[in-house]
């Protein structure tokens, strides 16, 4: 059977659910269609079996609701394409407004990572610094301590200062090394 479009409109003359009108076209059909014949025989007898099988009645109102669920899925299937492409469409315009505004948002601030430092300082014998020994200037009878800045000693160059900075990742540590001149 290559008559793939009839088989629905044959299942529901079959069931006796087709209207008078699209019951005349299956039947003229089915008398030029051998396939279909065989089809709407197999379908008939399908329902025979299951009419014999199930003989308690089926209330009238179980009956009509099963078949209007049917007949509106039926209706529902025929509907023009558009109307269910415009539902497809509206998910695709919301799914496209999200990407656009998780793509543009401002991006979050970066923090740089938290670092350990670690000075190492050499060991120096360092003298202490001179005391400063006021000097008394009379003026106008009042004694006032006058204090000299102290002479800047040049120092002589020690050992480098190496700082050494730990980072969260222990693959990566940095050494500074700097002169102790001073300058």
């Excluded at 209330?59 to 099963?66: E, I, K």
């Amino acid at each position: 059977m290559n008559c793939t479009h009839w088989e629905e409109r044959i299942a529901l003359y079959a069931g006796g659910d087709l209207p008078a009108a699209e019951a005349a076209e299956v039947e003229r059909h089915l008398g030029d269609c051998p396939g279909c014949q065989l089809f709407a025989s197999g379908l008939k007898e399908s329902l025979q079996l299951l009419q014999g099988i199930h003989q308690d009645p089926i209330a009238l109102a179980h009956f009509a609701a099963v078949r209007a669920r049917v007949m509106a899925e039926l209706e529902g299937s025929l509907q023009p394409w558009w109307r269910k492409a415009w539902m497809y469409g509206l998910a695709v315009a919301v799914a496209a407004a999200l990407f656009l505004m998780l793509a543009l948002r401002p991006a979050a601030p970066v923090h740089p990572k938290r670092m350990a430092v670690q000075v190492l300082l050499p060991q120096v014998d360092v003298a202490p610094p001179e005391p400063v020994v006021p000097r008394v200037i009379k003026a106008h009878g009042v004694r006032r301590p006058r204090v000299r800045p102290p002479a800047v000693v040049p120092r002589a160059p020690g050992p480098p200062i190496v700082v050494k900075l730990l980072t969260d990742d222990p693959d990566v540590v940095i050494y500074w090394i700097t002169d102790n001149s001073g300058e």
